[in-house]
């Protein structure tokens, strides 16, 4: 063979022994989840692998962008902090199914597992690099739009109660990307973990969270709705950054209606988005200088059991369903599941635990040789 | 040769050490199938053929050696680590080379050999290093950038042994290195391993089911079959006990072992070759053998030195219990 000759010539620079530190299992698995970060984002791949998870994140700036410039106008946000997780779900869907079958699915077609395993790590170390590295990828792409949009907020608020009011408002996204990323990793994971080959891997996943997507959305509506009245008062501080004081009470004769952001922030909990507003009656508070005495009357749709039970087939809706239990939100992008709001909640927890579990067993039963 | 790195770990010192030493290994799976039945050897460094049909539990011992598996009985020490116990030290300094294709296509040599490296606990930039200095080894030293999908066979089983290689390892396991390379491959990757044993001074056991074909890199060899240990000895003493010398006589052949025996020779008949076989104590046995077919005035047809096959020290057992088994 051609190559015995050089070999003997190389082979004589020698033939040096390591004698340099060995780190330790914990530091291995680090290492796995840095390399399998990057890979989620192509780094140190080719331009080919970077197309997906890079137009998912050119896709996510695009609302923060503009966000960013309707703060700085002084107008109302183009998607609020509560709807952005749900709708740019379809993103986060894309690059899991691009993803997922990038981190395992390889290494199951090319049978590499034998590699891994016949080194330091153990059955459970290689999943849980994994599952860290794209819940944390899919975390930072999801917290991207929300960071963005703060970060303008905060750049062109006007008072400090201001900015207060807008981490508020930001913590339920925070809440959101965070077991979304969660479920959608998982999930995803267990899925593509089933098979070595990716275009399957990624249509099995794309197909799961689209479909039970769509069947969430048909039940939303299902047997139709009703509405409950509700009159809701309050006092907050006059701090309307896009209006200043005149539009405050200025608000219900323009052609666009309230300020959506206007009524959020004095009412907290009230959407007009999603809530009919019938009337808004406010006047300086007499007592408190620079308060105001506001009463909003409003209906909110009352939907079906069938409904409240169609979202829980799918993951985008049990965790928007968890958020608006949990924050007892009006904004909510699925019908309110109340009373079935815990049920949201476990469910969120027990999907977590048993894809996360089923991926851990997969590798359990993965052969070594 | 002895090398100085080993000193550190426990329990090796020296090159009288073994490397590998199981007792009493038993290894019987939930469905009853025994994969290895009291599996008693010592593997020391050097060169160690492990022989064995396919399903002897070649696979089945590599793996206990690794603590991925844990053995129904019997103890076993790797390095001088204990393999029930120890399995992540024992993988941290041992080199695995599966016999089956495990390597991605669309990375390049470097990058799978570097991200490997790091696996075994070599920090970033030492793993970069070793895995150059791998590639370098098994010669691939000018293709290192090139995609693997782009590599031959033989190419590919190479990368194999780099990864195996990477980060200096006190112990190499190689199953099947040859499997699927054409005989020119075969010979540069077997004369490979043998400078990694030689040279490079790193233990390497080399697990095929072709003995003739390993039998030339290798200081020992160990046959197993049915999870049982055939036969484990040293090379050298094999063919330092094998060579004989084969006398061919048309007539009076008994007499001739007679004197023989009589001189202090050890002596073999072969009645239906019409030979004997002299053992070679030494170089005096020549001429006793010369000297005494003359004084009998025997006419002597052939004198022939030789060289036992070790296949042939194997194939008795071998044949043994492949024949046990066809019964089964």
């Given at each position: 063979m051609s190559s015995t000759a050089p070999a003997s010539v190389i082979h004589d620079i020698g033939y040096k022994p390591y004698n340099g530190p060995r780190l330790g299992r914990a530091q291995i698995v680090r290492a796995l989840y840095v390399h399998s970060m990057r890979s989620v984002f192509g780094l140190g791949r080719g331009p080919k692998a970077k197309i997906v998870p890079w137009f998912v994140i050119a896709i996510m700036m695009v609302p923060a962008a503009l966000n960013v410039y309707a703060a700085s106008t002084n107008r109302e946000p183009v998607l609020s902090y509560a709807a952005m997780g749900y709708d740019l779900m379809l993103f986060a869907v894309l690059f899991v199914a691009i993803a997922a079958p990038e981190l395992v699915s390889r290494d199951l077609r090319h049978h590499t597992l034998p590699l891994y395993f016949s080194r330091p790590l153990r059955r459970g170390d290689y999943p849980l690099a994994k599952l860290l590295a794209l819940f944390t990828s899919l975390l930072v792409v999801e917290l991207l739009p929300v960071l963005v949009t703060f970060v303008g907020q905060v750049a062109s608020a006007k008072s400090g109660h201001q900015i207060w009011l807008d981490t508020r408002d930001a913590f339920p996204a925070v809440f959101v990307a965070f077991f979304q990323s969660a479920l959608f990793s998982s999930v995803s994971l267990l899925m593509a973990s089933a098979t070595g080959r990716r275009v399957i891997a990624t249509g099995a996943i794309a197909i799961f969270f689209l479909v039970t997507t769509a069947i969430g959305h048909v039940f939303s509506d299902a047997l139709g709705r009703t509405w409950a009245e509700h009159t809701v008062s309050c006092t907050e501080p006059i701090v309307g950054k896009n209006s200043g004081a005149q539009n405050l009470f200025g608000f219900g004769g323009g052609q666009n209606g309230p300020p959506t952001g206007v009524v959020d922030r004095l009412c907290a909990g009230v959407d007009p988005r999603n809530d009919d507003i019938e009337q808004i009656n406010g006047q300086p508070d007499p007592n408190r200088p620079g308060y105001a005495d506001l009463t909003i009357q409003y209906q909110s749709p009352v939907y079906s059991t069938v409904a409240k039970v169609g979202g829980m087939l799918n993951p985008v809706n049990i965790v928007e369903g968890t958020r608006i239990w949990l924050f007892d939100a009006?904004?909510?992008?699925?019908?309110?599941?109340?009373?079935l709001g815990p049920v949201y909640g476990a469910e969120t927890i027990v999907l977590l635990a048993a894809a996360s579990g089923g991926l851990f067993l997969r590798y359990r039963k993965v052969s070594v040789s | 040769m002895t090398r100085a790195t080993l000193a550190y770990l426990p329990g090796v010192s020296d090159n009288e050490q073994s490397i590998i030493e199981a007792t009493a290994l038993t290894m019987r799976y939930p469905g009853g199938v025994t994969a290895l039945g009291d599996l008693t050897l010592a593997v020391r460094p050097g060169i160690t053929g492990l022989v064995g049909a396919n399903g002897a539990g070649k696979s089945t011992l590599i793996k206990i050696l690794l603590g991925l598996l844990t053995p129904t009985s019997g103890a076993v020490r790797v390095l001088g680590l204990d393999a029930r116990r120890q399995g992540e030290l024992i993988r941290a300094r041992v080199g695995y080379m599966p016999e089956h294709d495990c390597l991605p296509?669309?990375?390049?040599a470097t990058e799978f050999v570097t991200h490997l490296g790091r696996m075994s606990g070599l920090p970033s930039t030492a793993a970069k290093e070793q895995a150059a200095e791998a590639l370098r080894h098994v010669g691939l030293h000018e293709e290192r950038?090139?995609?693997?999908?782009?590599?031959?066979t033989g190419m590919k089983q190479r990368v194999k042994l780099a990864q195996a290689l990477v980060?200096?390892?006190g112990l190499l396991l190689l199953d099947?290195?040859?499997?699927?390379?054409?005989p020119a491959g075969r010979d540069s990757m077997l004369s490979l391993i043998h400078r990694i044993g030689t040279e490079f001074g790193i233990a390497v056991v080399v697990a095929s089911h072709l003995l003739s074909e390993i039998e030339r890199i290798c200081d020992h060899l160990v046959a197993i079959e049915g999870g049982r240990l055939l036969r484990a000895a040293s090379l050298d003493s094999m063919t330092q006990a094998l060579p004989w010398l084969a006398v061919e006589v048309d007539e009076g052949l008994d007499l001739l072992e007679a004197r023989l025996t009589e001189r202090g020779l050890t002596v073999s008949p072969q009645p239906t070759r019409r030979q004997l076989l002299v053992r070679l104590d030494g170089d005096p046995v020549f001429d006793t053998v010369r000297d005494t077919v003359a004084d009998l005035e025997l006419p002597l047809t052939r004198l022939e030195h030789r060289r036992h096959h070790v296949e042939e020290l194997f194939a008795d057992a071998l044949s043994e219990s492949s024949a046990q088994e066809a019964l089964l």
């Open positions: 009006t904004d909510g992008q699925i019908p309110n599941p109340s009373p | 296509a669309d990375v390049t950038y090139r995609q693997i999908g782009t590599f031959s980060g200096d390892p099947e290195p040859t499997n699927g390379l054409d």
